[in-house]
């Protein structure tokens, strides 16, 4: 069996705190749709551009006629062990989906839920120092957040940016025939699960990183086309 490559400094494993990782601990679809099934229909607004009708990766509200603001959040729970990692890896998943939308991200907001009597303190530390590095590439600051004591580790952004409202890209605006542009290679998932299971070596893990924390920057210069 091969050695997984990027284990925690510390005794305690984030992965084995816990009960799933990345978007493997995402409520199924499915079971999702039950979940809103009953809910009362919201009230239209003019200025509401995407909503939750067409599953796309963000929130667009028109600000103008120049401007639109692209709203997500993301969070989950570690697929890695190594702190930076983890943080590193949450918070590109997050600003990803402003470039999904053909949005430039312009500040994010730090959603950290951790088992304070379980991690010691510089291993939260660490997991924070993550996700500002990514968003220090990204040219955003994290201007704040909010924080519980969880069981198990949760880190996130709330991400913000801004497109022009005629740039937009959407689910529904897909058509037959179209181009598919990948902004990191598919298989990610594949590579966490392996990693899991204490089958993925150093060059696997590097693979696995190196995807899950490249931003997909090209995003608002392709809807520019």
């Known amino acids: 069996m091969a050695e997984s490559g990027g284990a925690a400094e510390g005794p305690v494993r984030l992965t084995s705190l816990a009960h799933g990782g990345g978007c493997g601990c995402k409520i199924a679809p499915g079971v999702l749709q039950q979940i809103l099934a009953g809910a009362p229909a919201s009230a239209p607004f003019a200025s509401l551009m995407v909503?939750?009708?067409t599953s796309d990766d963000a929130a667009v509200w028109r600000l103008n006629d120049?401007?639109?603001?692209?709203?997500?959040?993301?969070?989950?729970?570690?697929m890695v062990d190594d702190p930076r990692d983890f943080g590193r890896i949450a918070a590109a998943n997050a600003?990803?989906?402003v470039y999904a939308m053909g949005g430039r991200p312009?500040?994010?907001?730090?959603?950290?839920g951790m088992p304070i009597n379980v991690l010691p303190v510089e291993t939260i530390r660490r997991i924070l120092a993550g996700g500002s590095e990514i968003c220090a590439e990204a040219g955003i600051p994290i201007a704040g957040?909010?924080?519980?004591?969880s069981p198990e580790p949760i880190y996130g952004l709330v991400a913000l940016g801004l497109v022009?409202?005629?740039?937009?890209m959407t689910n529904r605006a897909a058509r037959a025939g179209d181009q598919l542009i990948l902004g990191k290679a598919?298989?990610?998932?594949?590579?966490?699960?392996?990693?899991?299971?204490?089958?993925?070596?150093?060059a696997g893990y590097a693979a696995l990183v190196g995807s899950a924390t490249r931003l997909n920057t090209p995003g608002p210069d392709l809807a520019a086309l």
């Open 95 to 97: 600003l990803s989906d």
């Open 66 to 78: 120049e401007q639109a603001l692209v709203a997500t959040t993301d969070f989950f729970m570690p």
């Open 186 to 202: 598919l298989g990610v998932g594949v590579l966490s699960a392996a990693f899991k299971q204490g089958r993925l070596d150093s």
């Open 106 to 112: 312009i500040l994010a907001l730090a959603v950290v």
């Open 51 to 53: 909503g939750t009708e």
């Open 145 to 149: 957040g909010h924080s519980i004591d």
């Open 164 to 168: 022009h409202p005629d740039r937009v």
